[in-house]
T-cell receptor
Framework: DQQVKQNSPSLSVQEGRISILNCDYT??????FLWYKKYPAEGPTFLIS?????DKNEDGRFTVFLNKSAKHLSLHIVPSQPGDSAVYFC????????????????FGKGTKLSVKP | DGGITQSPKYLFRKEGQNVTLSCEQN?????MYWYRQDPGQGLRLIYY???????QKGDIAEGYSVSREKKESFPLTVTSAQKNPTAFYLC????????????FGNGTRLTVT
C-alpha cells in the first residue's frame, strides 16, 4: 500500500509557464515533506521541504504548498526552464520516529517533468 | 569539495555471486543509507546507519548486508539470496539532525545475468 502517491508519471510544460507537480499521502502521522529532483544516472538532489506547521514554503522559483486536511502537497515551479526537466520525487517522514535521521523517509514513484523550449 | 562517492558507476555480475557496492562520504555525516530504485518505482530503503557500528534494516533488507566500521564508509553487499538484484543503487548520508535533507551519491547500476 503506497503511503506517498504521485499519480502523474509525467508532465510536459512550455518554457516560462508554471509547472505544478502533485503528491498525495495517506499517513496522517507524516509531519515533514521534501521534494527531490533527479537527472538520469545521477542521485536525487534535495530541492525544498516543508513541515506540517506550515502551509507554504518558498525558495526562489520553487514553492511547496501543503494541504493537511486533504493530505496533499504540490510543488510549483515558476517560471519553468528547460533545465528543470528531470524526475521529481515527493517524500514524507514522521517526525516522532524521525529521531534525527531520515531512515523512514517514504518516497513516491516520481513525476517526470519535461520543459519544452 | 565534500560529497558522496559511489563506485563503480556500472557493475556486472553473474547470478550466484556476491557483490559489494562502495559508498564513501567526506561530509562528516553521522547517518548513512542505502536505497534501491527500479524503473517506474520510488526509492526503497534497504539499510540505514545512524552511527558507526550500528545499522538497521529498511523495508527491503532481505538478500542484502551492510557494515559500518568507519564513519565515512557504508558498503552494501548484494548476496546471492537477493532474488532480483538488478537495479540502480543509491547511497545517501545526512547530518542526522531533524529536518536535515539526505545527500545522495550518483548511484551504481548493478546488472546480474
Amino acid at each position: 500500500d503506497q503511503q506517498v502517491k504521485q499519480n502523474s508519471p509525467s508532465l510536459s510544460v512550455q518554457e516560462g509557464r508554471i509547472s505544478i507537480l502533485n503528491c498525495d499521502y495517506t499517513n496522517s502521522m507524516f509531519d515533514y515533506f521534501l521534494w527531490y529532483k533527479k537527472y538520469p544516472a545521477e542521485g536525487p538532489t534535495f530541492l525544498i521541504s516543508i513541515s506540517s506547521i506550515k502551509d507554504k514554503n518558498e525558495d526562489g522559483r520553487f514553492t511547496v504548498f501543503l494541504n493537511k486536511s486533504a493530505k496533499h502537497l504540490s510543488l510549483h515551479i515558476v517560471p519553468s526552464q528547460p533545465g528543470d526537466s528531470a524526475v521529481y520525487f515527493c517524500a514524507a517522514s514522521t517526525i516522532p520516529n524521525y529521531g534525527g535521521s531520515q531512515g523512514n523517509l517514504i518516497f513516491g514513484k516520481g513525476t517526470k517533468l519535461s520543459v519544452k523550449p | 569539495d565534500g560529497g558522496i562517492t559511489q563506485s563503480p558507476k556500472y557493475l556486472f555480475r553473474k547470478e550466484g555471486q556476491n557483490v559489494t557496492l562502495s559508498c564513501e562520504q567526506n561530509l562528516n555525516h553521522d547517518a548513512m543509507y542505502w536505497y534501491r530504485q527500479d524503473p517506474g518505482q520510488g526509492l526503497r530503503l534497504i539499510y540505514y546507519s545512524q552511527i558507526v557500528n550500528d545499522f538497521q534494516k529498511g523495508d527491503i533488507a532481505e538478500g542484502y548486508s551492510v557494515s559500518r566500521e568507519k564513519k565515512e564508509s557504508f558498503p552494501l553487499t548484494v548476496t546471492s539470496a537477493q532474488k532480483n538484484p538488478t537495479a540502480f543503487y543509491l547511497c545517501a548520508s545526512s547530518s542526522g539532525t531533524a529536518g536535515s535533507p539526505l545527500h545522495f551519491g550518483n548511484g551504481t547500476r548493478l546488472t546480474v545475468t
